[in-house]
């Protein structure tokens, strides 16, 4: 009779569980989310200007425009004989999707061949991990011109310009994606190692065997954390390479009639935004799809 009463429960749960019925309640709770978001926005803005208070700044129709300004902006053109401005924003996002996304390829690519390579040698270990974190600690902005001119002459016609974008994101992506690696790959099971030693397993065997299984929810945790990485080293590796055709091209752009057209600077912010979770949401999916829930975690 036990047994039968706890399983009546579980099966409703199950029933009433579907992927589906999962789905609509996340969508729900996001847009939730956002709308309370934007109703908090707008709750700021009046409270500020209604009292006047100018700390931490002063709030107007140019530091915080309205959110339905903002929104209008997107179905007007950005300038005259222009299609309207998310036409142009779409564009331009799909341009830096494109470096971006070629970025964090090479990005994850690195890390995770670094990271293999590190877990087989502690003596390299000792060597190149300082290393790797002090290129860390140097400013995005300071590195950026440097790619530009070092790599974009040694590529093909056809790379010239966005190829040395994507080796600014790579560069921002290959770091979590190589520490996470090697942490993943170091936390396979003692015991399971020594079995395969014991059986005197390759090095090969015992790396995609156990380790790489082993380091999985350890890989894509660095990889959500890589692809919206990937998208700022894209925007902000736009900025000295002179290149219009993406959003970094178009911030620069709408950063000089901030003072008066704020909303279209805004606009921006929010499409970059937007292909930034986009990224994440498509290595969360991925993810779902690789890594395998452990058998005592399935209800």
Known sequence: MTDAAVAGPVSRRRAGS?????ALGRAAL???VVAALLVLWEAYRWLWTTAGWTWPFAVNDTSMPHVWTIARAFGQPAQVNQPA?????FHKMLFTAKEAAAGFAIGGIVGFALGVVLV????????FLPYIV???TIPILAIAPMVVIWVNPKLPGSLQG???VAVIAAYLTFFPVTINTLRGLQSADPRALELMRTYA???WAVLWTLRVPSSLP?????LRLAATASVVGAIIGELPSGLQDGLGGAIINFNQYYSIEPQELWATNVIAAALGIAFFLLVVLAERLVVRRPPETVT
Not at 120 to 127: K, V
Request: aromatic residues 8%.
């Open 30 to 32: 996001v847009l939730a």
């Open 218 to 222: 350890y890989v894509f945790s660095a």
């Open 120 to 127: 087989h040698s502690r003596l390299l270990q000792r060597g």
């Open 201 to 203: 397993a390759s090095r």
């Open 18 to 22: 579907t992927p589906v019925a999962r």
């Open 85 to 89: 401005l998310v036409t142009v924003l």
């Open 134 to 136: 002090g290129s860390q």
């Open 162 to 164: 966005w190829g040395s």
